[in-house]
């Protein structure tokens, strides 16, 4: 089996390299083009370009790993590791220029997520983590938070429109101490890293969306799941919180 840690300065140097595309966009003095794909959802040239370089630099140092991601689907080899690649995850707040999109990689091995990263190359905050390592914040280990009650926990959501549409998540959400919408990659940020409590997403998110938490999650201590309590990531929904404050909120949830 690998040593997982073998992984961390790869993913360093290129989710790195990756911020800078971002940031090159970001700062330009134009709008950021937008284009719709089939399914509705924005892409941009950033994207692409960010995808473009993490294929080419995966494969370089690992041909034989498959890779799937977002923009250019699925190169499949014949090692038991796949690649899952979102080049940015919150289009929509990088085309508004809000900081809190990011680049996520994800390792699977044998079909299981075994490693995650998120980096926000605004912040500059990258964080990587799994079940074996640990999960560490810029090279320091970090924690979900230890609160054991829904009303005194922070929670986030990505859409605060989930609160009409959803009335399980609105039950959630009335009985918790603060709600903010602080959405997509950057919600399960706040969460492994104790700065949040719990994030809930009822729906709508594709498997590239959601790879890298439960690594991420693990290593810091929580559990990510979907709104059932499972692994079913074909549902679209994510939820992550400490294990106390995760049975908690399944129970309300699906009671």
């Given at each position: ?171 959630v959400c009335n009985k918790a101490r603060l709600v ?74 699906n009671g």
């Amino acid at each position: 089996m690998d040593n997982l840690l073998h992984y961390f300065p790869v993913l360093e140097e290129l989710s790195r390299k990756a911020g800078a595309i971002a940031r090159r966009y970001y700062s330009a003095p134009v709008q950021i083009e937008v284009e719709r794909k089939a399914d509705d959802s924005p892409v941009t040239k950033a994207d692409r370009e960010i995808e473009t370089f993490l294929r080419d630099e995966l494969t370089k140092r690992f041909p034989d790993y498959s890779i799937y991601g977002e923009e250019f689907g699925e190169t499949k080899k014949t090692s038991a590791y796949r690649w899952i690649l979102d080049p940015i995850d919150g289009t929509k707040s990088f085309v508004m220029r809000t900081p809190l999109f990011g680049t996520m990689i994800a390792l699977e091995r044998d079909g299981e997520l075994v490693l995650g990263s998120i980096y926000l190359p605004i912040q500059e905050q990258l964080l990587i983590g799994s079940a074996e390592t640990g999960t560490f914040l810029n090279g320091k280990p970090v924690s979900v938070g230890q609160v054991t009650t829904l009303s005194e926990a922070t929670v986030i959501l990505t859409e605060p429109r989930t609160l009409l549409q959803s009335e399980a998540v609105a039950t959630v959400c009335n009985k918790a101490r603060l709600v903010r919408g602080h959405g997509d990659c950057y919600g399960y940020f706040l969460v492994a890293t104790g700065r949040a409590d719990v994030m809930i997403e009822p729906g709508a998110l594709a498997y590239y969306d959601v790879a890298p938490m439960p690594p991420i999650l693990r290593g810091a201590g929580g559990v990510f799941s979907t709104l059932k309590g499972d692994l079913d990531y074909a549902s679209g929904q994510g939820l992550a919180a400490n294990p106390v404050l995760h049975s908690e909120i399944i129970a309300l949830l699906n009671g």
